[in-house]
């Protein structure tokens, strides 16, 4: 440890960095963080930490119970480049008491799923490449009273703007370059507004963060839809990144004027925001899912994606955790709804790319979940998910080769589905969660905790308000 703080040090002398920002997860995923002067950092900040109110964190401590401690990952740390004078660090969460890593920590529970995976012997790595699409926005509102409730979004790119005399500037007159609803898939500029701001914000990742970065692109939607790829990589590691990802590309929105949102329905009538994500397992640098099954598969993958959806009901409650998930998760928006496997099929929840014939390439891609997930606790379930499809030997069907939009209800009733609300995702994580407990990766408490929370700051808020749509279906009934 006290290399790793010499290091530290060093980083951010070298930088002339004074401040160090603590990052760390609560357990809904999203970063807060905590900041020290370069006179605190040293090995008694690497080994033990600093004190922290526990209780004010969603998801954390009670109030009886608040003292915690925020220990920095030293090796994470990064210059931020939206702070003055200030290097960024990822952290860890540990209870004083105990001396123990914080159960609901969900950086701790990812270390966990990577640990017992390793324990099972079945492989000793995991990779992940997950795709993170959100919308880019010139400005939001949105509010709720007791007598009223709006919200609104805007792009000058969104194609409802398409009849204004004017730009959103109010003085340039209205050039009609815009892609249509579902027409962002992915033309050039000028109908592409966004080329130079998403480039920024690869260059940000890559500059700044040290991210390896694949591809960047205009996604479906209207009103600036976009999707940046980052390279696959161990799990920790890529749960940290989306987190780094999120953080960078919000605030690159922000510093040229613009709102970014990871929302997965910010607009009626047009396609969603997801995060499919690209799962495999090697073992001694080898890949096991490559094989000679269905699509180039081995049976241990098809074993792994039976787990997938056997589980995909309770997985849904962490994998795509709000209760505007569940407008996404509509047919006819390209938002794969049946669990079940596919080769090259984007309509089916397990999809198994086939762009190469490269064994190493061989995975499979659960496309239902979205980007206000938690990374870590949604990558390691998977991960059990999956773990225990190959335990029990569980077959994932017999693979779905049509488009499965193009069902109809009575077709498409005989196939599993993920589950049609958060209220109805989290009653099967209640019913379904013995797979995640598999070598104390969760706990009960982590599952009571998180079904909690989400009822309480989700589902009930929804719950009891009117929707204003609801006053145009039934106010003179």
């Known amino acids: 440890m006290a290399n790793e703080s010499a290091e530290l040090l060093k980083l951010m002398k070298d930088n002339g960095c004074d401040i160090l920002d603590l990052k760390f997860t609560d357990l809904p995923g999203s970063w807060q963080h905590f900041s020290v002067p370069i006179s605190e950092v040293g090995d008694s900040l690497v080994n033990n930490g600093v004190g922290f109110d526990g209780s004010s964190i ?3 401590q009670s109030i009886d119970k608040s003292d915690m401690l925020i220990v920095p990952d030293a090796p994470t740390a990064k210059v ?17 008491v105990s001396g123990e890593n914080y159960t609901r920590d969900p950086r701790n529970v990812a270390k966990k799923a990577e640990a017992y995976l390793k324990s099972t012997g079945i492989g000793d790595d995991s990779f992940w490449g997950p795709e993170v699409e959100f919308f880019i926005f010139d400005s939001v509102r949105f509010g709720y009273e007791s007598n009223h409730g709006f919200h609104e979004v805007n792009s000058d790119e969104g194609i409802w703007n398409s009849g204004s005399e004017y730009m959103l500037d109010g003085e340039t007159l209205n050039k009609g370059n815009r892609p249509r609803y ?31 970065i694949e591809a960047q692109h205009h996604e479906v939607g209207t009103g600036g839809q976009a999707e940046i790829d980052m390279r696959f990589g161990p799990l920790l590691e890529i749960a940290d990144n989306v987190m780094t990802y999120k953080y960078a590309v919000r605030n690159v929105a922000k510093q040229h004027g613009k709102v970014v949102t990871f929302m997965p329905k910010p607009l009626f009538n047009d396609n969603g925001t997801g995060m499919h994500v690209h ?21 241990m993958a098809l074993n792994y994606i039976g787990g997938l959806i056997k589980h995909g009901k309770a ?35 397990c999809r198994i790319p086939m762009y190469f014939n490269d064994p190493g390439a061989k995975r499979v891609e659960f496309r239902s979940a979205d980007p206000t997930c938690n990374p870590y606790l949604t990558f390691a379930a998977m991960l059990m998910a999956g773990l225990d499809g ?5 077959s994932p069907g017999e693979p779905l ?18 589950p049609g609300s958060l209220d109805e995702a989290l ?15 969760f706990t009960e408490d982590v599952i009571e905790n998180w079904i909690s929370f989400k009822t309480e700051n989700d589902v009930d808020p929804v719950r009891l308000r009117p929707h204003p749509y609801e006053f145009h279906l039934s106010f003179d009934a």
């Open 58 to 60: 969603r998801g954390f």
């Open 401 to 418: 080769e049509q488009d499965l939009f193009e069902l109809s209800a009575e077709e498409t009733a005989a196939f599993p589905q993920v």
């Open 279 to 299: 799962q495999s397992i090697w073992k001694n640098g080898e890949p096991l899912f490559a094989g000679n099954e269905y699509a180039g598969l081995s049976q």
């Open 80 to 96: 931020d480049p939206f702070f003055k004078s200030t290097v960024t660090c990822i952290a860890d969460i540990k209870d004083p």
């Open 390 to 394: 190959i335990e029990n030997g569980y």
């Open 315 to 349: 997985l849904m409650a962490l994998a795509a955790p709000t209760t505007n998930s569940y407008r996404r998760l509509t047919p006819g928006f390209e938002a794969p709804t049946i669990l079940a496997l596919s080769a090259r099929n984007r309509s089916a929840a």
């Open 182 to 212: 579902k027409g962002g898939y992915f033309p050039v500029s000028p109908v592409d507004t966004a080329q130079d701001l998403r480039s920024e914000m690869v260059r940000s990742l890559v500059n700044n963060f040290g991210m390896r």
């Open 427 to 441: 009653k099967a994580l209640q019913d379904d969660h013995e797979f995640l407990l598999k070598g104390g990766v």
